[in-house]
């Protein structure tokens, strides 16, 4: 269980981390482009080498790389146009529980009072982190939550239909490629190309970074529960509240870090229900 414990916070402090490197990049949507394009790429050789994904978890695949655009997109902007102890929160934990919401709707999951006050709970602390802020900036983190909840229920119901490691690469493969004719589209390919020779060792550490995330947890939930391991990696948005003071001069620190709180109280209870 300490393993798991390690295992789990650390796929947590290296989500907050690659989105704070984000957040501090001069354009966010040509970080978080070139991070999923390098992640990409090296997905695309491991996926090259082993040929065991089947044709219906690339049609999933294809699904959630759909959905990780607008993701992409307007996380870009919620970092460009915001604060990181708002946006952050309020997409994770948003994201999370629309995806629980999403698990009772679409998929089946049962709904019990410990779900119901969960969500309560969560609702709570997403209003309190939400008082004073912008409202473009709620809307766009809200935003960044629904896609979040969506690509999770996408990728949820597919773990469920293909018994594949490989599947999690095939998401990186598909936002990246996504993402990259977005990019070329709207006329930021020479903006690209220019950042991919200056700043590929940037793209690397973040690409790894982003993938030892879902490394990491796998390797967490064959040692403990997964409700324990889920509940311990959103302590990520504790560690954004604490990024956001701490390196970005944002205030409200003790407001915002409690809202934070409350979203992961609200996030394990929805957790523990399941």
């Known amino acids: 269980m300490v393993v798991a414990t390690v295992l789990a916070l650390a796929s947590a402090g290296l989500h907050a981390g690659w989105n704070f490197v984000a957040k501090r990049s001069p354009d966010p949507f040509i970080a978080l482009w070139g991070q999923f394009f390098v992640a990409g790429l090296i997905a695309s050789v491991v996926l090259a080498a082993t040929r065991t994904l089947p044709a219906a978890g690339w049609g999933w695949a294809v699904a959630s790389g759909t959905v990780h655009l ?3 997109v307007a996380l870009a902007l919620a970092y460009e146009r915001g604060e990181f102890s708002v946006a952050y929160p309020l997409a994770r934990g948003g994201g999370a529980l629309l995806a629980g919401i999403g698990g009772i709707i679409l998929l089946g999951d049962e709904l019990n ?12 602390g997403m209003a309190l982190l939400a008082f004073g802020a912008s409202r473009p900036q709620v809307m766009l983190a809200l935003f960044v939550a629904v896609t979040i909840g ?9 773990s469920r239909e293909v018994d594949d490691n490989t599947y999690a690469l095939a998401i990186f493969l598909t936002g990246g490629l996504f993402v990259t004719a977005f990019g070329v589209v709207v006329g930021r390919g020479r903006a690209m190309a220019g950042a991919l020779t200056t700043q590929w060792r940037r793209f690397l550490g973040t690409a790894v970074m982003s ?7 796998l390797a967490a939930v064959r040692r403990a529960p997964v409700g324990y391991v889920a509940a311990l990696r959103e302590s990520s948005v504790l560690a954004a509240a604490f990024i956001g003071w701490r390196y970005l001069d944002e205030g409200s620190v003790r407001r915002r870090t409690s809202a934070a709180a409350i979203i992961l109280g609200g996030l394990v209870l929805l957790i523990l229900s399941a």
């Open 150 to 158: 969506c690509y999770t229920v996408i990728d949820s119901h597919a």
């Open 70 to 72: 607008p993701y992409i």
């Open 211 to 217: 993938m030892l995330t879902y490394g990491l947890v």
């Open 113 to 124: 009072g410990w779900a119901v006050t969960s969500i309560v709970v969560v609702t709570g």
